[in-house]
Every structure is written in C-alpha cells, then in structure tokens.
Nanobody
Framework: QVQLVESGGGLVQAGGSLRLSCAVS????????MAWFRQAPGKEREIVAR???????YYTDSAKGRFTISRDNAKNTVYLQMNSLKPEDTAIYYC??????????????????WGQGTQVTVSS
C-alpha cells in the first residue's frame, strides 16, 4: 500500500519559517522524482520544488532563495524548508511522486501518488 504522509504545516507570521516533511512508504523511493506542490483556494495546483532521483533540483521562481527541498533516501522522506514566508505562500501543500526521470515533471498530471496535504497559512 502506497502512502505519502505530510506534516509540518501550520500558522506562521510573515517572515517566519516552516519545515514540511513527507514520509513515503510502499514505493521504491530512491528511484522516483519527488516534488512539493501547493494549491491556494480557487487556483490550480502548482509546483513549488522538485528533487529528482539523480539529485537534480528545481525551484519555481517564487521559491528560489527562500525554499530548500531535500530528500533522505535512507528515511524515504522528502523535506521542504521554507524561510521568509509571505502571505501569498498560503496554500495547501502536497507532496507528489512520479516515476518520470525526465520530461514533464513540473505538471501535476505527471504525478501518480499524492499525500493528503498540509495547510500552510502565513499572516501579514
């Protein structure tokens, strides 16, 4: 049974930090691309950061310089350290997993497994 379990969301003031975790089971974690997406009310799910199986990293422009994605293959866990948070970062954050190693890995449709989501709320 595949499970992706996120934790670490919460309410934080602007300028604060949060660290999200996503623990994965039932998959060969080390061979899969892992990513963090977010979805704000009334908006589509969008990618925030991606960590490929080979160590390649991608950040969306809004995350560059503030967020850091990392993965621990020994613990089957992917993390998202978020610093200098802004009110516009408020959303439900999801971790996703895809077998794709190249190609359209920034599209939500490319991901076949998702966590349940964790709410991040940044107050101004």
């Amino acid at each position: 049974q595949v499970q992706l379990v996120e934790s670490g969301g919460g309410l934080v003031q602007a300028g604060g930090s949060l660290r999200l975790s996503c623990a994965v089971s039932g998959l060969t974690f080390s061979s899969r691309t892992m990513a963090w997406f977010r979805q704000a009310p009334g908006k589509e799910r969008e990618i925030v950061a991606r960590a490929g199986w080979s160590g390649d990293i991608y950040y969306t422009d809004s995350a560059k310089g503030r967020f850091t994605i990392s993965r621990d293959n020994a613990k089957n866990t992917v993390y998202l350290q978020m610093n200098s948070l802004k009110p516009e970062d408020t959303a439900i954050y999801y971790c996703g997993s895809t077998i794709l190693r190249y190609g359209l890995r920034n599209a939500a449709q490319s991901y076949d497994y998702w966590g349940q989501g964790t709410q991040v709320t940044v107050s101004s």
